[in-house]
């Protein structure tokens, strides 16, 4: 029963179409977002060998095989795998309802999309085609799965809070149209394609589209949800999204590029800014990891903009020259590993105990079981697990980025990313395990309830 | 009937959940419970009505909701606390 007024109730559908509107019945079991966590996990570690195998081999060139083949573990392996994962939970938490036959879904696109990312990684680290032919064809099926069925539950549903999240569905399919053109060219090499224009393009989308408006998307309704702010204003909420994506698509009109930079670069220092500035207003000051991931990984956001925004000075500028050809891998990889990945390791570090507690409490209610049975979040991943976590990759991106002006720290660079993704797998397992041992735990309880009753 | 009050507002999920369940478990036989909050509680109200509770939403004086919870064998309590 309600008894709220009209204007209020109109509203309140609309600010709190989030996780706090979450239906436990939509939320589909544990295991699907979990298995996606942890091959992200690994896939991160992969990367990071990679780098410490190859070092600065890798960091000299953006284009060096060993490179390419790390970013790709990264993006596709990693951050597509975990935010895959997450949007089997925020879509239905936005869209008002489950994704339809979610584990059929999960158990087609997870193997499909490791098998494809290390199909792919491998025949962009050897030039192999028949490698790079079989990454498009596996990399086909998670698309051809995933996509119809988040962009389904997208489109049905008109709440504000969705606009990010199928404007980044549409980044999204772009960059994979961009990158099996490029993936195609590897194999089958055709004259003509302005390779270097293309791959800017792809990474374009990749980054600033799919990931930096996923994360928008998500930030507005988790900043204050998970870290008691104030809600993000109405003009953000309403122009920060499609300023993003209008801004990436003027990038490649002729003539209006250098508008579509301004766009885009201020929609994304907006949304940095605003999101910084509720972070310092919150209610409860007290250190957490994950505000420090959300810090950390905006001001690295906020940087690669402004970097990104140095295009506007011309080539010939002397912080360009000075920057030469590491501009680019400096700025991919202060976005995607120290921005992008930051947040991402800091959002694991509140949705993956956060969903476990869930888990278990609906557990705890299906089973008639006493709540004292229920374990704190703080017991499924403890707060010196969690800083580990963000603490680590805060250190690898460090050096990863110090890497692309060094490249003699590659190495380095890669040791300490297969440390950080180690933490995350091993904290991942941990708070799984912990999990599973809850839920026995709960049904014991019940049953000496049931038999005492 | 009495009203407890509880101001779940500052609390970080799923603390809220956590120590409504907790007050309603000691809820005495006359009272019913006010929670305050910053969000509409959603995923609480079908575990109210699992639960035996019933519930209305209303607009909170302090905070932006509150969700008035009382046993569904009890009458419904008044409108304000």
Same mark, same amino acid.
Do not use: D, Y
């Given at each position: 029963m309600t008894d709220l007024p009209r204007p209020l109730g109109a509203a309140v559908a609309i600010e709190n179409v989030g996780i706090g509107a979450l239906g436990q019945d939509d939320l589909p079991p544990l295991h699907v977002p979990m298995r996606f966590f942890v091959t992200a996990a690994l896939f991160g570690l992969l990367a990071g060998a990679v780098w410490l195998v190859h070092g600065e081999a890798s960091f000299g060139d953006r284009y060096a095989p060993s490179m390419l083949a790390a970013v790709h573990l990264l993006t596709l392996g990693c951050y597509t795998m975990v935010m895959f994962g997450a949007l089997f939970q925020v879509v239905p938490v936005l869209g008002g309802g489950g994704l339809p036959r979610a584990r059929l879904v999960a158990a087609l696109v997870q193997p499909t999309l490791a098998a494809g990312a290390a199909s792919l990684a491998f025949g962009l680290s050897r030039g192999d085609r028949t490698a790079l032919l079989l990454a498009l064809l596996l990399l086909g099926i998670p698309f051809a799965v995933f996509v119809p069925a988040v962009g389904g539950n997208l489109l049905r549903r008109r709440s504000r809070a969705l606009r990010p999240l199928r404007l980044a569905m549409l980044c999204f399919v772009l960059t994979v149209g961009l990158g099996a053109t490029l993936a195609g060219a590897l194999a089958w090499p055709a004259a003509g394609l302005p390779f270097r224009t293309v791959t800017n393009q792809h990474a374009a989308a990749g980054g600033l589209g799919f990931a930096l408006l996923l994360i928008v998307g998500t930030s507005q309704q988790v900043v204050p949800m998970f870290h008691v702010t104030p809600t993000f204003s109405r003009a953000a909420m309403r122009f920060v999204a499609p300023g993003i994506a209008v801004g990436l698509g003027l990038q490649w009109l002729p003539g209006l590029s250098v508008v579509g930079t301004l766009v885009l670069v201020a929609a994304g220092l907006w949304h940095a800014g605003e999101t910084l500035w509720l972070l310092a207003a919150r209610r409860r000051r007290r250190k957490d990891p994950a505000v420090m991931a959300w810090q950390i990984g905006l001001a690295s956001v906020a940087a690669a903009l402004l970097l990104a925004a140095l295009d506007l000075l011309g080539p010939e500028a002397p912080v360009q020259l000075a920057l030469g050809a590491r501009r680019e891998l400096l700025l991919g990889l202060l976005f995607g590993f120290a921005g992008v990945g930051t947040i991402v390791s800091?959002?694991?570090?509140?949705?993956?105990?956060? %969903?476990?507690?869930?888990?278990?409490?609906?557990?705890? @209610?299906?089973?008639?079981?006493?709540?004292? =049975?229920? /374990?704190?979040?703080?017991? %499924? @991943?403890?707060?010196?697990?969690?800083? %580990?976590? =963000?603490?680590?990759?805060?250190?690898?991106?460090?050096?990863?980025?110090?890497?692309?002006?060094? /490249?003699?720290?590659?190495?380095?660079?890669?040791?300490?990313?297969?440390?950080?993704?180690?933490? @995350?797998?091993?904290? %991942?397992?941990?708070?799984w395990a912990r999990h599973r041992r809850a839920a026995t735990a709960i049904d014991r309880a019940a049953g000496t309830a049931a038999a005492g009753a | 009937m009495r009203a407890r009050v509880l101001d779940t507002s500052g609390l970080e999920p799923p603390q809220p959940m956590q120590q409504v369940l907790v007050a309603l478990g000691e809820l005495a036989a006359d009272e019913y419970l006010v929670m305050q909050h910053r969000r509409e509680p959603l995923p609480l109200y079908p575990m109210l009505a699992r639960l035996g509770f019933c519930h209305r939403v209303r607009r909170g004086r302090t905070t932006t909701f509150e969700v008035v919870i009382w046993r569904a064998t009890d009458p419904e309590p008044p409108g304000s606390p």
């Open positions: 800091g959002m694991l570090t509140k949705i993956v105990p956060f %969903l476990a507690f869930l888990h278990l409490q609906r557990r705890c @209610l299906a089973a008639r079981a006493p709540f004292p =049975v229920m /374990p704190t979040m703080e017991a %499924l @991943l403890s707060r010196r697990m969690a800083s %580990l976590q =963000v603490v680590s990759h805060v250190v690898a991106a460090a050096l990863v980025v110090t890497a692309t002006l060094r /490249p003699g720290l590659g190495g380095l660079a890669g040791a300490a990313t297969t440390a950080a993704f180690a933490v @995350l797998g091993q904290n %991942l397992v941990t708070a | -």
